[in-house]
């Protein structure tokens, strides 16, 4: 299994990024997919997820409202829309694969990505 994070970058305090997850080696679609971040010198945190077929998404307290997953089974593809950004969603944002239906814990995504850096400046 190889899943490949991109867009991460530098943007401005409010501004918006997309990242994007593109996976290979797996059935996608039977898949739940979720991204997490790591902020320096920070565990890692979950910050979205979405199960098989686009059915339920799920998001961390600190991303309501601004964040939002989605995917693309075609295109073995998950997203993650990033708006009002702010200084503290600073991290290095990874995206993760799990079996489970829809996967919160970091214990239950098996693969991971690379991670991409997100940096928001004031």
């Known amino acids: 299994v190889q899943l490949q994070a991109s867009g991460g970058g530098l943007v401005q305090t409010g501004g918006s990024l997309r990242l994007s997850c593109t996976a290979s080696g797996l059935t996608f679609d039977t898949y739940s997919m979720g991204w997490f971040r790591q902020a320096p010198g920070k565990e890692r945190e979950f910050a979205a997820a979405?199960?098989?077929?686009?059915?339920?998404?799920s998001y961390a307290d600190f991303v309501k409202g601004r964040f939002t997953i989605s995917r693309d089974n075609a295109k073995h593809t998950v997203y993650l829309q990033m708006n009002s950004l702010k200084r503290e969603d600073t991290a290095v944002y990874y995206c993760?694969?799990?079996?489970?239906?829809?996967?919160?814990?970091?214990?239950?995504?098996?693969?991971w990505g690379q991670g991409t850096l997100v940096t928001v400046s004031s």
């Open positions: 979405i199960s098989w077929g686009s059915v339920s998404t």
């Open positions: 993760a694969a799990s079996r489970s239906f829809l996967a919160r814990q970091l214990s239950d995504f098996g693969s």
